[in-house]
């Protein structure tokens, strides 16, 4: 079975500073990765994911992640954050036959310092 | 409707006792997903549903944890005997179908206290 890993359950940071969340996932044939967003008392929203094609995927918010088939890690980077990407991130892997089950880490919580 | 919906937002209830969770998909949607997020054990998968059919089970903690879902649309989690380590929020979520390729759209959750 899949198995995630976020290395950092909190990351603080300063506002306009850059980040790195990191993901590393057990290894398999095929893989589809994914990371989701929880903003404070909101539901969980997709940010970016990495199906086939280029291994660099963006967000539509200035996040990108890098599939590293090598390392077996999709960290989640942002040159540059704001204090509304305040918020708790998980990493996920889709595994089962027809990929339809999602495989959480256990979310790095972001905060952003003014 | 807009989003995925879930019903109750809170339920606090008495160890032993029974519960349910409603969860509304987005019309049109053919895949729906049960996760829940807890403190010791993160975001665990489940049950998933393609239709009315629930193909795998075994991601169900227990045999007093039980779903269905009719017509092609909502579905009911059911959690018989509750015990204080279910305690946990409860998130559904559905796709247009069973693929990676399709998004899984996440409801708010329902908070479960069991007492």
């Known amino acids: 079975a899949q198995s995630v890993t976020q290395l950092d359950s909190q990351v603080p940071v300063f506002e306009e500073a850059p980040v790195e969340l990191r993901c590393n996932y057990s290894?398999?044939?095929?893989?589809?990765l994914f990371w989701y967003v929880q903003y404070p008392n909101q539901g969980l929203q997709l940010l970016l994911k990495?199906?086939?094609?280029?291994?660099l995927v963006e967000s539509i918010n200035g996040f990108e992640a890098e599939f590293n088939k090598s390392q077996t890690s999709f960290h989640l980077r942002k040159p540059s954050v704001h204090i509304s990407d305040t918020a708790e991130y998980f990493c996920?892997?889709?595994?089962?036959?027809?990929?339809?089950?999602?495989?959480f880490g256990q979310g790095t919580r972001l905060t952003i310092n003014p | 409707g807009a989003g995925v919906s879930q019903s109750p937002s809170n339920k606090v209830t008495e160890k032993g006792k029974d519960v349910e969770l409603r969860c509304d998909p987005i019309?049109?949607?053919?895949?729906l997903y049960w996760y829940r997020q807890s403190l010791g054990q993160g975001l665990e998968f489940l049950i998933y549903?393609?239709?009315?059919?629930?193909?795998?089970k075994s991601g169900l903690p227990s045999d007093r944890f039980s779903a269905e879902r009719t017509g092609g649309s909502v579905s009911t989690l059911t959690i018989q005997r509750t015990q204080q380590e279910d305690s946990a929020v409860y998130l559904c979520?559905?796709?247009?179908?069973?693929?990676?390729?399709?998004?899984?759209?996440f409801g708010p959750g329902t908070r479960l206290t069991v007492l």
């Open positions: 979520a559905s796709s247009l179908e069973v693929s990676p390729y399709n998004e899984q759209f």
């Open positions: 996920a892997v889709s595994e089962g036959q027809g990929a339809q089950k999602l495989v």
């Open positions: 290894s398999s044939v095929s893989v589809y």
């Open positions: 549903f393609q239709g009315n059919s629930a193909p795998d």
């Open positions: 019309s049109g949607h053919t895949a």
């Open positions: 990495y199906l086939s094609g280029s291994t």
